[in-house]
């Protein structure tokens, strides 16, 4: 993933005064984590990019609360934040099936897939990113943000309840919960996997 | 795999090495020798840096923000200088409207040398009591409703003007100048019509003696607003204000045919000696306000009132309820 910018610190200040284009600087570099982060959340890219980009309006907005530390991970709040707020809203509908397989095709990873890598080695990687993805849509809300906060963008418990406005806690029940789902939903799909991802059954 | 709660909350803690060194220990000795924990913790350990190697993606689309875009994502409506600039006009059309209104007052008063001999007609004609002071409680009263629109605020109007007809009733030609300074009152509770609400008082009272002269100057009063009262009535608030008025309607209603034009300029006499405001109250209600607070009457024409005033105030009334949406949908939005 793409580090600091440079000039970070100067770009955030001008876009603080209004300086549209320093801001989407800032967008072009972070605008794939943000992107991600919400794609693993919202486990469609449709509405992946949706909730991220009023995120990243929200953010313009309220550039003001920014108070110094990492840009980065303020931004990766507020998209946290917008596609938790989804997620809570189409719970609370039922039309909307939140589970369940993704129609859409995962989106291009950022890397540029290993050169020694065959085409079929390729594609079992894509359908294990699918996999793993469907079973993170799978869980429930609380489940998801925990697990995502937690295994795929490496924040602390302490981060996450301060977050999700939760207990320590709950934050380590949830996240074991998650873990525990997202297992036996892999092993369930276990045959999909290339070796060196399989679950192992030895014991 | 049916495992314990705790087990796997153990197990997942001490993947994050999150276990303090009892805890580990104590798992330690245990998954040497329960092998199948020992499997649990594996396959939670894989599906943990299978979740760790996904990939960051790449985004379909720039998440950058046009010009453009910014202001169709940021409405207008809802910048905060609107909302202010909506406020600040809504306050210059109200106060424009009551000056209008009190211009128009005076003006009329000028006009009208013969009211006051109208009065004095009226008043001898017509002696009646208990109209005066719940109908000027009222005619100050719908100001206050266009602009709050709430139920509460109605109710304490109304409860104002009960209050004040009581005392009338009791002592009908002496208690007029404590009626009316009480029952302006629940409307200075609302908000703007606050100076305006207390305004009769000074004013009214001052204005008696000198139609007094002419004639029963307190029932003059009566008349005059027992005129303006059955000015058009489409009201949103019909059943209480009905309540209120019901006991004099009917007198009312008798005296309003023959006397209404003298008696509406009776009201208009009484205004010259007043500021701005009070004078506003009084006609204020003749083409809109009024209807809000009397519909049992049938409308009655109040021609010599200008309806600009009236007009400006509902604007400024409608404008700075616009405001106070705009500022709360902002801050819904803004969480």
């Not at chain 1, 580090?3 to 600087?25: H, K």
């Not at chain 2, 307190?218 to 209480?240: G, K, M, V």
Request: glycine content about 4%; overall charge negative.
């Amino acid at each position: 993933m793409p580090g600091i910018l440079d000039n970070e610190p100067v770009l955030i200040a001008r876009a603080q005064r209004g300086n549209l284009d320093a801001f989407n600087e800032l967008v072009l570099h972070y605008q794939d984590a943000a992107f991600t982060l919400a794609y693993r959340l919202m486990g469609d890219r449709a509405s992946a990019a949706d909730t991220a980009q009023e995120a990243i309006i929200a953010a313009y907005r309220k550039l003001n609360t920014y108070r110094g530390g990492s840009f980065r991970a303020w931004l990766l709040r507020i998209v946290t934040n917008r596609c938790y707020d989804e997620l809570r809203r189409a719970q609370r509908r039922p039309t909307i099936s939140l589970s369940g397989s993704s129609n859409d095709d995962v989106p291009e990873p950022l890397d540029v897939p290993a050169p020694d890598a065959t085409p079929e080695e390729e594609a079992l990687a894509r359908e294990l990113q699918r996999a793993i993805q469907d079973c993170i849509n799978e869980l429930n809300a609380d489940q998801r943000l925990v697990l995502v906060l937690s295994d795929i963008e490496g924040l602390s418990y302490e981060e996450i309840a301060a977050q999700s406005g939760s207990q320590l806690g709950t934050v380590k029940s949830r996240l074991s919960r998650a873990r525990a789902n997202v297992r036996d939903c892999l092993a369930e799909v276990r045959e999909l996997l290339p070796a060196q991802f399989r679950l192992r059954e030895e014991t | 795999m049916g495992m314990d709660e705790r087990d796997l909350e153990l197990l997942s803690a001490y993947l994050d090495g999150r276990l303090n060194e009892d805890e580990q220990q104590a798992l330690a000795m245990r998954l040497a020798q329960d092998a199948l924990l020992r499997r649990e913790l594996d396959t939670l350990r894989e599906t943990t840096s299978l979740l760790r190697a996904l990939p960051e993606l790449k985004s379909p689309r720039n998440l950058t923000l046009e010009a453009s875009l910014q202001q169709k994502w940021t409405p207008l409506v809802l910048s905060p200088w609107v909302s202010t600039l909506s406020a600040v006009a809504a306050a210059f059309m109200l106060i424009a409207g009551f000056v209008l209104l009190s211009r128009t007052g005076t003006f009329q008063t000028g006009q009208d040398a013969l009211s006051q001999v109208e009065i004095g007609f009226a008043a001898t004609h017509q002696p009646v009591e208990s109209t005066t002071v719940p109908t000027l409680a009222e005619l100050i009263a719908p100001a206050p409703l266009p602009l709050t629109a709430t139920t509460p605020l109605t109710e304490a109007v109304i409860g104002g003007s009960v209050q004040a007809q009581e005392m009338e009733d009791q002592a009908p030609g002496t208690t007029g100048a404590t009626a009316l300074s009480t029952a302006p009152a629940p409307p200075a509770l609302a908000m703007q019509p606050a100076p305006s609400a207390e305004a009769p008082e000074d004013v009214l009272i001052p204005a008696a003696p000198s139609t007094a002269g002419e004639g029963a100057g307190s029932e003059a009063y009566s008349n005059a607003d027992r005129a303006q009262e059955p000015a058009p009535s489409p009201s949103p608030e019909p059943a209480a204000a009905q309540g209120i008025t019901a006991e004099t309607d009917t007198r009312a209603l008798s005296t309003r045919d023959e006397q209404q034009p003298g008696a509406a300029r009776a009201v208009s006499t009484a205004a010259p000696a007043t500021p701005a405001p009070t004078a506003s109250s009084v006609p204020s209600p003749s083409p809109t306000a009024i209807p809000t607070a009397i519909p049992a009457l049938p409308p009655a024409p109040s021609a010599e009132t200008s309806p600009a005033g009236a007009v400006l105030i509902i604007m400024g009334a409608v404008l700075l309820l616009a405001a106070a949406i705009t500022t709360l949908l902002r801050r819904r939005q803004a969480q």
